[in-house]
């Protein structure tokens, strides 16, 4: 996915114990404990706990006072020990009973064999699905098309744009919008009457292009029949635009989340930041708060759609088959209650993955920081127009792999083709290892 360092009325059957387990749950329950499980552990990782700890106390009362214990990681060593337990040979001594996990990893995890099928009885996940945003929901399935996760949060894709600087510069939001080549455009006139860098980094022009041109059923780097697929006409596309903009000189050449990337836009050195909808929120509270008024949102260039992050629950296939129907109402807990996704959208910008929370008044209200624009009907027309992407456990290496050889493009000056072609041939041979 584009970089995503951020962290994303069923309430009484949510709230229920799911009764009775599958035929597979059936079989390991039978050499378990009988007791009833009072105790549950959620792994998670930052922003995501505190949700899961706000929603807890309801829950733990309703279930007659069931201990739950959050665990809780930074979030690349979260998914690494998430990775290391669902390999171990120890099984299920060192599983959580939930599990939470962002996008970025969920084609790893979902195409292994290490989570519970959550279309089978007694979980009926598939019942579900027209409770969430469509693209969330579908990419959810593991590689025989069975739910082995359900959305929480997801992170709407827009076009944050300077007002004050497109002013400056004689330019309006269609400008930087009609087409992904206007984009670029337009950033030449703003950079030369402004000062102003276009963008942060030209890689992350190549991948929201990439996400953006990408038909929906179709995996980024893979085809689909599992193979390497980065010769293609979008992924020349991405790298052209991703090359003519550092030779304009229109990125800043500075990686987000850095403290030069802060400073650049508390500055007003970036005209533009291509994320999801929860940066609103990190720019009002903590990345940039002077620069309230000054920002607005649009869609992306070329009328596109993408996400940006987003995370899932899910059950380890190997945890504690005592607990997995408590673990299964508390993950129903969390996603099918609608105030609760409320709360997290409030107060940690996590965008609701649950359709019926997007039919609240708050989706109507003036966002302060972005000028009085009412941002989230954008957002939610976003949502629902993201177009559904099956992932690959292989998505994070094959994006290392293209983002070193646009690194050759743009540094060396390697050409495109022999970047790609080599790019390529690195995902064959790894695939065939």
């Given at each position: 996915?584009?970089?995503?360092?951020?962290?994303?009325?069923?309430?009484?059957?949510?709230?229920?114990p799911?009764?009775?387990?599958?035929?597979?749950?059936?079989?390991?329950?039978s050499?378990?404990?009988s007791?009833?499980?009072?105790?549950?552990?959620?792994a998670?990782f930052?922003?995501?706990?505190q949700?899961?700890?706000?929603?807890?106390?309801?829950?733990?009362?309703?279930?007659?006072?069931?201990e739950?214990?959050?665990?809780?990681?930074?979030y690349?060593d979260?998914?690494?020990?998430?990775?290391?337990?669902l390999?171990?040979s120890?099984g299920?001594?060192h599983?959580?009973?939930?599990?939470?996990?962002?996008?970025?990893?969920?084609?790893?995890?979902?195409?292994?064999?290490?989570?519970?099928?959550?279309?089978?009885?007694p979980?009926?996940?598939?019942?579900?699905?027209?409770?969430?945003?469509?693209?969330?929901?579908?990419?959810?399935?593991?590689?025989?098309?069975?739910?082995?996760?359900?959305?929480?949060?997801?992170?709407?894709?827009?076009?944050?744009?300077?007002?004050?600087?497109?002013?400056?510069?004689?330019?309006?939001?269609?400008?930087?919008?009609?087409?992904?080549?206007?984009?670029?455009?337009?950033?030449?006139?703003?950079?030369?009457?402004?000062g102003?860098?276009?963008?942060?980094?030209?890689r992350y022009?190549?991948?929201i292009?990439?996400?953006?041109?990408?038909?929906?059923?179709q995996?980024?780097?893979?085809?689909?029949q599992?193979?390497?697929?980065?010769?293609?006409?979008?992924?020349?596309?991405?790298?052209?635009?991703?090359?003519?903009?550092?030779?304009?000189?229109?990125?800043?050449?500075?990686?987000?989340?850095?403290?030069?990337?802060?400073?650049?836009?508390?500055r007003?050195?970036?005209?533009?930041?291509?994320?999801?909808?929860?940066?609103?929120?990190?720019?009002?509270?903590?990345?940039?708060?002077?620069?309230?008024?000054?920002?607005r949102?649009?869609?992306?260039?070329?009328?596109?759609?993408?996400?940006?992050?987003?995370?899932?629950?899910?059950?380890p296939?190997?945890?504690?088959?005592?607990k997995?129907?408590?673990?299964?109402?508390?993950?129903?807990?969390?996603?099918?209650?609608?105030?609760?996704?409320?709360?997290?959208?409030?107060?940690?910008?996590?965008?609701?993955?649950?359709?019926?929370?997007?039919?609240?008044?708050?989706?109507?209200?003036?966002?302060?920081?972005?000028?009085?624009?009412?941002?989230?009907?954008?957002?939610?027309?976003?949502?629902?127009?993201?177009?559904a992407?099956?992932?690959?456990?292989?998505?994070?290496?094959?994006?290392?792999?293209?983002?070193?050889?646009?690194?050759?493009?743009?540094?060396?000056?390697?050409?495109?083709?022999?970047?790609?072609?080599?790019?390529?041939?690195?995902?064959?041979?790894?695939?065939?290892?």
């Amino acid at each position: 996915m584009p970089h995503l360092r951020r962290r994303r009325l069923l309430a009484a059957a949510a709230l229920a114990p799911v009764t009775g387990l599958a035929p597979e749950s059936q079989a390991e329950a039978s050499s378990s404990n009988s007791a009833a499980p009072q105790r549950l552990v959620v792994a998670a990782f930052p922003m995501v706990d505190q949700i899961i700890k706000s929603a807890l106390p309801a829950w733990q009362k309703a279930q007659g006072g069931i201990e739950v214990e959050v665990i809780s990681r930074q979030y690349d060593d979260h998914h690494t020990a998430m990775t290391t337990a669902l390999s171990s040979s120890s099984g299920g001594a060192h599983l959580p009973d939930v599990m939470a996990l962002e996008t970025m990893y969920m084609g790893r995890f979902s195409l292994g064999a290490g989570l519970q099928n959550l279309s089978l009885a007694p979980y009926q996940a598939e019942s579900l699905r027209e409770q969430f945003v469509p693209f969330a929901f579908e990419q959810a399935r593991n590689r025989d098309g069975a739910v082995v996760a359900l959305p929480t949060d997801i992170g709407p894709g827009s076009l944050f744009y300077r007002h004050d600087l497109l002013q400056r510069a004689g330019l309006n939001i269609k400008d930087l919008c009609e087409s992904w080549e206007s984009y670029v455009q337009a950033g030449v006139q703003l950079k030369a009457r402004t000062g102003a860098y276009l963008f942060a980094h030209a890689r992350y022009l190549k991948d929201i292009v990439l996400f953006a041109s990408t038909p929906a059923g179709q995996s980024i780097y893979f085809d689909a029949q599992g193979k390497p697929s980065i010769t293609s006409a979008h992924f020349q596309r991405a790298f052209q635009l991703a090359q003519q903009s550092r030779q304009l000189g229109l990125d800043a050449i500075v990686d987000t989340w850095r403290n030069d990337w802060s400073e650049h836009l508390r500055r007003g050195r970036l005209a533009t930041e291509l994320s999801g909808a929860w940066m609103a929120g990190q720019m009002a509270n903590s990345v940039a708060p002077s620069t309230k008024g000054l920002w607005r949102v649009s869609q992306l260039p070329g009328q596109s759609f993408a996400g940006w992050g987003g995370t899932y629950y899910s059950i380890p296939r190997r945890s504690d088959p005592a607990k997995k129907s408590l673990a299964w109402s508390l993950i129903q807990y969390l996603t099918l209650n609608r105030d609760l996704q409320l709360q997290g959208f409030k107060g940690q910008d996590a965008f609701p993955a649950l359709l019926s929370a997007h039919e609240d008044p708050f989706f109507d209200e003036p966002v302060e920081f972005l000028g009085g624009q009412r941002a989230r009907q954008l957002w939610r027309e976003a949502a629902r127009r993201i177009p559904a992407r099956p992932l690959h456990r292989q998505n994070k290496f094959a994006e290392e792999v293209v983002n070193g050889e646009l690194d050759n493009v743009l540094i060396y000056g390697k050409p495109i083709p022999q970047a790609l072609a080599d790019a390529q041939a690195l995902l064959v041979h790894r695939a065939s290892r």
